[in-house]
């Protein structure tokens, strides 16, 4: 079974009988209730799982109720012999943004007390949008990802005391030998390959079948286009063709988002106001990580982003090199000098930093450049940009040197991670492999 961090947050809620209910965010695909089912068997003996979307096809029985005496007698016909007492009762509501008046209902369940419940569904932020009475208090909320570079180390055999030395290590500034750092190098590229997908990853643990990898990540791709017709039909067409421009926009030397490519009329006169609801369903969804533009760059970042640029990223590397290179991974696992892995290495960096915790920012500035990504460092109260590099020139970087030499936004110190081994450090910019992002974290 594939080990998730997620699992230990899950458990120790579960455990705590004074919380509130623990609701499960995050794209299909991710885990989600696969991992809660896990840990749910292994600490109550009568274990309750509903499953929203497989009701709202069938019998609705959960469609209309509106009391909490009304659940329990729906549950009770499905479950009614394993409905014991709190500590030794969880009950499960998987897909629960099929029916968003039982967000409502989680204060009122988590006020009657009678059982322990868990909650998880795949577009939360966009049915909460819809909730009526959002039940603050009474939850608390969780994302889940994809599996980050840690995990995938872990599925493929590391020992969490060889990572535990690597990051010692790395905390010291002290390069990793060459056997070490090629083996992690490795794996990387195998993660930019793999991504973190649980199903992806256990058929390429399985098979190491690179065609069967890329078959499946392209269902889930065309499974999350889709989905967006069951949520927003008049909108759905839009929605899919931004997210089908991802990849391309990956490939541009500049990033973001072109508001005019999306109905690909150059005198269109829309803005980024225009496609507010089909960018907010695209993150909302977590199938696409947002990266706001800033040009000012100050601590905290949140006070100087802007709302008119973006880079949208997509929510797993694996999905994107799928996509950009087929079922050839040669270039990647060789890290052919021709092949611009650019893009795969940024989205495994955004994947990594959205999953640590991080909110997504980047320095734009028509007269000074661009950086990848700005985070926040609440320690020293100022910002840390993120150059990174996939090619030899990792030491060639304009735009950071502009932003670290000036005083007025107080950068202490900033990164470029590449593919090498060596960690130094020149003017605040340490260099570092790219495989240290697995250690950033803001949580």
Known sequence: MLYRKISNIIEQYLKDSSSGILLVDGARQVGKTFIIRHVGKKLFPNFIELNMLEDSQ?????????????????????????????????????????????????KFLRDDDRFTYIASGSLLGVALSMTSSIPIGSIMAIHMYPLDFEEFLLANGFSR????????KLRQHKSLDETAHARIM?????????????????AYLERKNIVEVRRIQKEIWKYYSLDASKY?????????????MI??????KKKRVIVKDIEKDRKSRNTYDSYRDEFEYLIASGIALNVQAISNPRFP?????????????????????????GRNSKAILDDTASINLGAAYETAVACELAAHGF?????DNKAKGEVDFLIDDYDSLSIVPLEIKSGKDYSIHSALNNLTSNDEYNVRKAYVLSNSREIK???????????????????
Do not use: W
């Open 301 to 325: 970042l949140i006070e100087s982003s802007g709302k008119n640029l973006m880079k949208l990223y997509m929510n797993d590397p694996g999905l994107l090199t799928g996509i950009l290179y």
């Open 247 to 252: 990849p391309s926009n990956m490939e541009n």
């Open 58 to 106: 069938g019998s609705r029985l959960f469609g209309n109720i509106r009391t909490v005496e009304d659940f329990y007698i729906q549950v009770s016909m499905i479950a009614g012999k394993r409905m014991k007492e709190k500590d030794d009762t969880l009950i499960f509501i998987d897909e629960i943004q099929v029916y968003p008046h039982l967000l409502t209902m989680l």
């Open 232 to 244: 927003d039909k008049e909108r759905k067409l839009c929605i899919q063709r931004i997210y089908s």
């Open 186 to 202: 490795d794996l990387f590229r195998k993660y930019l390959i793999v991504g973190g997908l649980p199903q992806v990853v256990n």
């Open 359 to 363: 909110s997504l920012f980047y320095y």
């Open 161 to 168: 005391l060889a990572i535990d030395a690597i990051r010692e």
């Open 425 to 443: 450090e020149k003017n605040k910019i340490i260099y570092m492999p790219i495989y240290s992002i697995m250690f950033f974290s803001n949580e």
